[in-house]
């Protein structure tokens, strides 16, 4: 029934369908198992994608040609940059999304992928044979043959829901929870835990009384996550801020005692980042409220998403809490909120390319890896459908550092540190963060996706034309003058000290109160000049000029760094010889594998004299 595949993926959550493809779009042949076809990229939980740290994660994908981010901005109800009010490496596209169109558009844009082939169904089991996957098993006992396996399951494996005291198996709610893989994993000696999520109640939008509440709109401007011109909605759509109050956090405990997670029924770890809203009452109890975000679901539905308001209490407390909420006195609720359970394997099994170590050619990427949230997966199943590609055709791997991508620090600090809990991403997890942003994802990645055949020359084109163009606009700023009398008053009524001789438009633009758009104003050939230009060209100037001295500071560290992580390590290297490193340091070693002494530097329990050890030795 089915030839053998170049990549079989498990999964058609955010990680498999990017993985599906990448690999495709490489040229790989490519079978997409799912359980349900009508859920392929089902926003599992908030219909919103990028925020802080993610954002950057949709661009960086996007500029290496993934699909979340065109995907995101067709199906975009509102967009906002968040932190604009900050530095440009805190600045976070992030938009909601209408759910059903985000998951139609994701299934068209496989469906429109020459090389990718369907097939629903549980995969319970992998085809191994000394020691390399080489295809799955479904649970109809169907033997498919693939030369690489990605497996994506999210929160499927042997999920189980629960809300309140009441118990049953699931994936998500609605769908059954995938059983078998597990089993057969930890029995080829994999190790394997336990971590849960949860998601809140949804509502019927036409029962709440939104005069009660604080409109947010989106960005007068919107900006976008592709670097694509996609097509997308012209329109917006409001979203609501209203508060919960004593008495809901009053009405919330009086179901604290079937609370599932109070009682100890879940035994799984949450997103700390993420937290209920009864471990948030718990946890923070001098707080008098907390902020609820009211979101549309989509355009054509009056469903509405209560963000903030994630629980697992009984769905009667949940409704009488709700409808204690300013603007909820009415509220009638379509699905009660829940928390899911499922098995994850710890990352330090995988290599950075994510194959894991056990068993060649198999892939692990998303939430079975530990973490959280679309972007992280959508990001590693990229990776991981770059990697199992390159395998098969013996190409080299993709391995992304972590100076050069938020995809890099997210995959080196999951196989490098682990996690025990879900993890998420944040900007603070960057050490150099002000080289990873949002606006640069192209310059940094878009040459590397060239080489590999994801992206074509006039794509490449585009990027080298937006390097040089702002670099012409930053160097005209250094040989164009300004005269006092033309900037002076701008200068006054911007808040910044007065010139008292002319300089060059770079000096007056430098300074952070002044903005390019204000300069332009009253400098008629600078205003010319700009005109030949998009708004990205002229921001990736402005960004240039303003933190010029910062970025040449950054990427010294970044070099000086990368000695470091040139200093490559043989996987096999035998750690037992080295008796002079630490006890621990020799067993951490010789789990993870570290390629680089960089990497072997940043796992916890290998201390600096560890390192100098190692030095010496991987130099000889
Ligand atoms: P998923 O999106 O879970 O997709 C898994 C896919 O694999 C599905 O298509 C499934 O059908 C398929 N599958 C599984 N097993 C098999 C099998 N054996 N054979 C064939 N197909 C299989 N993230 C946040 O950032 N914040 C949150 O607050 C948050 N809350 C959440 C609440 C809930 C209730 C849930 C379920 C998820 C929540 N998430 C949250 C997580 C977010 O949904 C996931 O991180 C993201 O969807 C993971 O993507 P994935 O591709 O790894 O897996």
């Not at 558009?105 to 020691?131: C, H, Y």
């Not at 809990?421 to 060239?450: G, K, V």
Request: overall charge neutral.
């Amino acid at each position: 029934m089915f030839k053998e595949y170049d990549v079989i993926v498990v999964g058609a959550g955010h990680a498999g369908c990017e993985a599906a493809a990448a690999a495709a779009n490489l040229g790989s042949s490519v079978l997409l198992v799912t359980m349900n076809m009508e859920t392929i990229a089902q926003m599992s939980c908030n219909p919103a994608m990028g925020g802080v740290a993610k954002g950057q994660i949709v661009r960086e994908i996007d500029a290496m040609g993934g699909y979340s981010g065109i995907i995101a901005d067709k199906t975009t109800l509102q967009f906002r940059m968040l932190n604009k009010s900050k530095g440009p490496a805190m600045w976070s596209p992030r938009a909601q999304n209408d759910r059903k169109r985000f998951a139609e558009e994701w299934r068209l844009a496989l469906e429109r992928t020459p090389n990718v082939d369907f097939w629903q169904e549980m995969v319970g089991s992998l085809i191994i044979k000394n020691n390399t996957v080489v295809g799955v098993k479904t649970a109809l006992g169907v033997e498919i043959m693939g030369k690489a396996v990605v497996l994506t399951n999210g929160t499927f494996l042997n999920g189980i829901i629960h809300i309140g005291e009441k118990k049953f198996g699931g994936g998500r709610t609605g769908e059954k929870s995938a059983t078998g893989l597990t089993e057969q994993l930890t029995e080829l000696g994999f190790e394997a835990g336990r971590m849960k999520t949860g998601t809140p109640p949804r509502v019927d939008g036409r029962s709440l009384n939104y005069s009660l509440m604080e409109e947010q709109w989106g960005d007068e401007n919107p900006g976008r996550f592709s670097y694509t011109n996609v097509e997308r909605p012209t329109d917006q759509r409001c979203c609501w801020i209203t508060y919960t109050n004593a008495n809901v956090h009053e009405t919330l405990k009086e179901g604290f005692e079937k609370s599932p997670m109070f009682t100890g029924r879940i035994k799984g770890l949450g997103p700390r980042y993420c937290p209920s809203i009864e471990d948030k009452i718990n946890r923070f109890a001098e707080r008098e409220r907390h902020q609820i975000f009211v979101e549309p679901e989509g355009w054509n539905t009056c469903e509405i998403y209560v963000n903030g308001f994630s629980t697992s209490l009984p769905e009667d407390v949940q409704y009488k809490a709700l409808t204690q909420i300013p603007g909820f006195e009415n509220a009638k609720m379509f699905r009660p909120g829940y928390a899911i359970e499922y098995d994850y394997f710890p990352p330090t099994q995988l290599g950075l390319t994510l194959e894991t170590k056990l068993i060649s050619n198999l892939f692990f990427a998303g939430q079975i890896n530990g973490t959280t949230g679309y972007e992280e997966a959508a990001s590693q199943g990229f990776i991981a459908g770059i990697n199992a590609h390159q395998k098969v055709k013996d190409q080299h791997e993709l391995i992304m550092k972590r100076s050069e991508s938020y995809i890099g620090v997210l995959i080196d600090d999951l196989v490098t540190k682990g996690t025990e809990e879900p993890y998420r991403m944040f900007t603070s997890r960057a050490e150099h963060r002000l080289l990873l942003r949002q606006d640069n994802a192209d310059i940094r990645l878009s040459p590397i996706a060239h080489k590999l055949g994801l992206i074509n020359d006039e794509r490449l084109a585009i990027v080298n034309k937006k390097v040089e163009n702002s670099d012409a606009i930053v160097e005209f700023t250094r040989k164009q003058g300004v005269e006092m009398a033309e900037v002076n008053e701008l200068l006054e009524t911007l808040g910044t000290a007065t010139l008292n001789q002319n300089v060059k438009l770079f000096n007056v633009l430098s300074r952070p109160q002044v903005g390019i758009e204000d300069i332009r104003k009253v400098n008629k050939p600078f205003d010319e000049l700009l005109n030949n230009f998009d708004q990205e060209t002229v921001e990736q100037a402005e960004i240039k000029i303003k933190y010029e001295s910062y970025f040449e500071k950054e990427n010294e560290i970044v070099n000086k760094m990368q000695k470091m992580e040139d200093k490559s390590i043989n996987p096999e290297f035998d750690y037992n010889k080295l008796l002079s490193l630490s006890k621990e340091a020799r067993e951490k070693l010789l789990k993870i594998k570290p390629r680089t002494l960089g990497q072997a530097s940043r796992i916890s329990g290998v201390s600096p004299s560890d390192i100098s050890v190692l030095m010496v030795h991987i130099t000889k």
